[in-house]
């Protein structure tokens, strides 16, 4: 197989993208996806496959169960995706947790903690 372009691997990224939110969201019931967020697709450079990041507001266990569930059913996700597109190469997808929204929650609460600039502190540059 050969490699796609940047540019053709970036719209087959969007469209997968679109296109799986929207499958996940209208046609899957599965109450372990509820509260899901897709944070981003990633097409190999041959676009035989495609990693999609999953989080969900909870965190931990609950998006490892949304991620579960979601592989469970990424079968009927890949059949409808492929009905849905004009793909001629239609990616196998993986589901996987992606914890950067709980990665930035958390170095916001730490920068929150960091106390406020006073003009009783002495800069470096002073010293």
């Known amino acids: 197989m050969g490699r796609a372009s940047q540019k053709r691997q970036a719209r087959i990224e969007s469209l997968v993208l679109r296109t799986i939110s929207e499958i996940i969201t209208t046609e899957l019931s599965d109450p372990r996806i509820e509260g899901h967020s897709i944070i981003g697709v990633k097409v190999s450079p041959d676009l035989v496959y495609a990693e999609v990041g999953i989080s969900t507001l909870e965190g931990g266990e609950r998006t490892k169960q949304c991620v579960e569930a979601l592989n469970k059913a990424s079968g009927l996700i890949w059949n409808r995706l492929r009905e849905e597109t004009d793909l001629r190469i239609v990616?196998?997808?993986?589901?996987?947790?992606?914890?950067?929204?709980?990665?930035?929650?958390?170095?916001?609460?730490?920068?929150?903690?960091?106390?406020?600039?006073?003009?009783?502190?002495?800069?470096?540059?002073?010293?």
């Open 91 to 127: 990616p196998r997808l993986q589901f996987v947790a992606d914890h950067g929204l709980q990665y930035a929650a958390e170095v916001e609460k730490l920068l929150n903690e960091i106390p406020e600039y006073r003009e009783d502190y002495t800069s470096l540059e002073e010293e």
